[in-house]
């Protein structure tokens, strides 16, 4: 029998046991499609950027180590990582370890959205990967595949799931201090900035590709999967939806051209390498930022991402002892690191960091 409060809506908007009145199917479907486009970016996006950048003989191994990764964490998400990370508190930084498997989890309401915990569970997870998956980019040909096996469920359970509930939960420390990260910068591209530092001077730093389209490819959709990744983030079909996934595109545009120009005006020619190097670099840069900052900054954002890591590693990295010391297969330490926490958010004032 329909409520009598519903029943001015029309027959297919009226809530019954499988759409119950607090979730709305728009937000619902956009959040589904938004984790989906996230899971793109891993499988197959990076799965294909990483076999076919590196040498010929790792482009297997690296490849696998993209599968694998996505495999496993999700095996880890839903028996007791998702919990750790948006579950009930443990301690002030870490959730209680508990799977989250069951129907009374699965099927009620995800925090104050509107949209059942399942959703929830499935779009964290797809961030949770492809952390896994950045870090693997700063290991190819460096690292046993079975060494790599034990590593994935070890660090998606102590440490990204420190980071999430910190920042992301609700009853998280961070969370309850004002810091906003508004999809990423410091839960998923520094902490596997950080994770991938790596050191071994026996082998080689530089190789070419062994199949450049393959590798315009896998960009392409790490590139339109980032609609995803950051329009998925309020978590609702909104204005700030989308306005995060315009700043995400121009400020990826922006940095791809900067990092083309200062290659030509710098080494006389274009690099499709460095114009790829430049389009993820300027992703990472607007990520914490994508949904607060206006048209103009993610602009200014684009040239910073696309000149600061481009001096970094075509020029310092060349000089800096330092930075001789890591090994680094696709740059993900530099960039990473030198774009990821661009933008902090306390509350309601920005504060650009240099």
């Known amino acids: 029998m329909t409520d009598p409060k519903y029943a001015w809506l029309p027959s297919n908007l009226q809530p019954d046991e499988a759409n119950p009145d607090w979730m709305n199917k728009g937000d619902n479907a956009w959040q589904l499609t938004a984790a989906t486009m996230v899971g793109l970016q891993s499988i197959p996006g990076l799965v294909i950027l990483y076999g076919s950048i590196v040498k010929k003989k790792w482009a297997v191994n690296s490849a696998f180590m993209a599968l694998y990764a996505f495999a496993a964490v999700l095996i880890c998400w839903v028996g007791w990582a998702y919990q750790m990370s948006f579950g009930d508190t443990f301690l002030p930084f870490l959730g209680k370890i508990d799977d ?107 190789f070419p590709p062994n199949n450049i389209l393959l590798m315009l490819a896998g960009a392409g959709l790490l590139w339109m999967g980032w609609t995803g990744f950051n329009g998925g983030d309020p978590y609702m079909a909104s204005i700030d939806a989308s306005l995060a996934v315009l700043n995400t595109h121009v400020c990826a545009a922006t940095s791809l051209l900067t990092w083309l120009l200062l290659d030509i005006l710098f080494f006389e020619k274009p690099s499709v390498i460095g114009a790829t190097q430049g389009m993820i670099t300027g992703l990472v840069c607007i990520t914490p930022a994508a949904g607060v900052v206006q048209g103009w900054a993610a602009i200014i954002m684009g040239i910073l991402s696309g000149s600061i890591p481009w001096f970094t590693m075509m020029v310092l990295h060349k000089k800096i002892w330092l930075l001789k010391q890591v090994d680094d297969t696709m740059a993900v330490v530099e960039e990473e690191l030198s774009v990821g926490d661009d933008v902090c958010a306390w509350g309601r004032g920005l504060c650009l960091v240099g």
């Not at 949770?128 to 870090?135: N, Q």
């Not at 980019?137 to 096996?149: D, Q, Y």
């Open 100 to 206: 989250a498997l069951d129907q009374h989890v699965l099927l009620k309401q995800a925090f104050a959205y509107k949209f059942p915990n399942a959703t929830m569970l499935y779009f964290q997870f797809v961030f949770a990967a492809i952390t896994l998956i950045l870090i693997a980019g700063a290991l190819l040909g460096r690292m046993n595949f079975i060494a790599w096996m034990m590593f994935v469920p070890l660090w998606v359970t102590f440490s990204y799931t420190i980071g999430a509930f910190s920042i992301w939960c609700p009853n998280g420390w961070l969370a309850k201090m004002g810091l906003i990260d508004y999809s990423g910068g410091f839960v998923i591209h520094l902490s596997s900035g950080v994770a991938g530092w790596a050191k071994d001077n026996k082998r080689p730093r530089r």
